[in-house]
């Protein structure tokens, strides 16, 4: 199976508030935007999963696709923290957080480790169903788990990759002894740049 993977247009965002599961409203290029994301997709997508943001459903329904929502491709749950600016959150509870954000939380959210389990999970029952070309909409954490699993590098170390709003993912799912994620490429919907390495 392929799996092609993009994140939602830039937000309008100008308070710098902490988002993960609010709405948060696209900058209003983001019709020309879905124009160049679905010039660049296969034509033969057979299923589309989205995370249920608003942030990604108005770019697919720009893009004229059929889609499924699935609360497993939400971004991360940042808790009480949500809609907050990252300078009104205490700086000992965010400092906690960001010496292992991976297996902590912010407060009343979600781990980043829970995240990249559900996203894993999610990605493994979708290549069950038997699909050759898949598409999801999401977000950079989700993006971070599918890098982590099939870079075969850590939680941590996806957060030197920088990942961007305008750029395509694609993967390979294989299921040998195991579940299988490959890393194919990264293509650049505004330079055309194609990477085959990201780290």
């Given at each position: 199976?392929?799996?092609?993977?993009?994140?939602?247009?830039?937000?309008?965002n100008p308070?710098?508030?902490c988002?993960?599961?609010?709405?948060?409203?696209l900058?209003?290029?983001?019709e020309?935007?879905s124009?160049k994301?679905?010039?660049n997709?296969?034509k033969?997508i057979?299923?589309i999963?989205?995370?249920?943001s608003?942030?990604?459903?108005?770019l697919?329904?720009?893009?004229?696709?059929?889609?499924s929502k699935?609360?497993?491709l939400?971004?991360?749950?940042f808790?009480?923290w949500?809609?907050?600016?990252?300078?009104?959150?205490?700086?000992?509870?965010?400092?906690t957080w960001m010496?292992d954000?991976?297996?902590?939380?912010?407060k009343?959210g979600e781990?980043?480790?829970?995240?990249?389990n559900?996203?894993?999970?999610?990605t493994?029952?979708?290549?069950k169903m038997?699909?050759?070309?898949?598409?999801?909409?999401?977000h950079?954490?989700?993006?971070?788990a599918?890098?982590?699993k099939?870079l075969e590098i850590?939680?941590?170390?996806?957060f030197?990759?920088?990942?961007?709003?305008?750029e395509i993912?694609?993967?390979?799912?294989?299921?040998?002894k195991?579940?299988?994620?490959?890393f194919?490429?990264?293509?650049n919907?505004n330079?055309?740049?194609?990477?085959?390495?990201?780290v």
């Amino acid at each position: 199976m392929e799996l092609f993977v993009i994140r939602h247009t830039e937000v309008n965002n100008p308070e710098n508030l902490c988002y993960g599961n609010i709405e948060m409203p696209l900058v209003k290029n983001y019709e020309k935007k879905s124009k160049k994301f679905s010039d660049n997709l296969p034509k033969n997508i057979e299923k589309i999963f989205t995370s249920p943001s608003k942030r990604c459903t108005d770019l697919l329904n720009c893009m004229n696709f059929e889609f499924s929502k699935r609360i497993e491709l939400k971004e991360l749950d940042f808790g009480d923290w949500e809609g907050k600016k990252w300078s009104e959150i205490n700086k000992n509870d965010l400092n906690t957080w960001m010496n292992d954000f991976i297996y902590k939380s912010p407060k009343n959210g979600e781990k980043m480790i829970d995240l990249y389990n559900r996203v894993i999970d999610f990605t493994e029952n979708i290549f069950k169903m038997n699909l050759s070309k898949v598409l999801f909409v999401t977000h950079a954490g989700v993006i971070r788990a599918l890098l982590s699993k099939s870079l075969e590098i850590s939680l941590k170390d996806t957060f030197n990759i920088e990942i961007n709003h305008d750029e395509i993912f694609s993967f390979k799912v294989n299921y040998q002894k195991e579940f299988e994620l490959s890393f194919l490429q990264m293509l650049n919907i505004n330079n055309m740049e194609i990477r085959k390495t990201i780290v």
